[in-house]
């Protein structure tokens, strides 16, 4: 009972998870993109949340929404390309308009916490992929709920395609099919 009750605090394969890159992969398929941004935490009354997971929503083109997970609760995740590490994520996702939905939190017994976001700050998250490429969202930085239950505010530090993160991502995706895409 306490083994099962634990297993979403510590797996045996988390050191070496712990010390795993970001790793960006090959596109599934022809018609994807690379996503790459960072998300930046302010510490509100209630300390800083850990962001264990980013949900993006497609909402468009069309009327059909679909949600894209980058996240780092999955089983056997040491032996899976890892797609967040310390805020930073690499998400492939196929043409179309994306916001960032909600964010999620992973508790000591494996409880997960969602962390709304209201509409307006979901506009201000929103994307527009509209071909095929690597595309860089930037830092955004998120402040921490004044309250419970209360959504979380998102503002861009407007860093997107910056020497120092085209860099980062120039590293990030050599050796892949995504080089030439990165100038």
Same mark, same amino acid.
């Given at each position: 009972?306490?083994?099962?009750?634990?297993?979403?605090?510590?797996?045996?394969?988390?050191?070496?998870?712990?010390?795993?890159?970001?790793?960006?992969?090959?596109?599934?398929?022809?018609?994807?993109?690379?996503?790459?941004?960072?998300?930046?935490?302010?510490?509100?009354?209630?300390?800083?949340?850990?962001?264990?997971?980013?949900?993006?929503?497609?909402?468009?083109?069309?009327?059909?929404?679909?949600?894209?997970?980058?996240?780092?609760?999955?089983?056997?995740?040491?032996?899976?390309?890892?797609?967040?590490?310390? #805020? /930073?994520?690499?998400?492939?996702? $196929?043409? =179309?308009? +994306?916001?960032?939905? !909600?964010? &999620? @939190?992973? %508790?000591?017994?494996?409880?997960?916490?969602?962390?709304?976001?209201?509409?307006?700050?979901?506009?201000?998250?929103?994307?527009?992929?509209?071909?095929?490429?690597?595309?860089?969202? #930037? /830092?955004?930085?998120?402040?921490? $709920?004044? =309250?419970? +239950?209360?959504?979380? !505010?998102? &503002? @861009?530090? %407007?860093?997107?395609?910056?020497?120092?993160?085209?860099?980062?991502?120039?590293?990030?995706?050599?050796?892949?099919?995504?080089?030439?895409?990165?100038?």
């Amino acid at each position: 009972m306490v083994a099962a009750a634990g297993s979403g605090c510590f797996r045996l394969s988390d050191p070496v998870y712990f010390f795993k890159s970001l790793e960006v992969g090959e596109p599934p398929g022809s018609g994807y993109s690379l996503l790459y941004g960072t998300l930046v935490l302010t510490p509100g009354p209630y300390g800083t949340p850990r962001i264990d997971t980013i949900v993006l929503r497609q909402v468009g083109p069309g009327t059909r929404r679909a949600y894209w997970r980058a996240g780092e609760g999955v089983l056997f995740r040491a032996f899976r390309r890892r797609l967040v590490k310390q #805020g /930073t994520f690499a998400l492939h996702l $196929p043409v =179309g308009i +994306y916001e960032l939905d !909600h964010l &999620e @939190t992973t %508790g000591l017994l494996g409880q997960t916490t969602a962390w709304p976001l209201n509409e307006e700050t979901r506009v201000v998250s929103r994307i527009y992929i509209t071909r095929p490429g690597v595309y860089d969202w #930037g /830092t955004l930085r998120i402040t921490a $709920p004044e =309250g419970p +239950y209360r959504p979380l !505010h998102i &503002e @861009t530090l %407007g860093d997107a395609y910056s020497a120092w993160r085209r860099d980062a991502l120039r590293v990030l995706v050599q050796g892949t099919s995504w080089a030439p895409e990165v100038p």
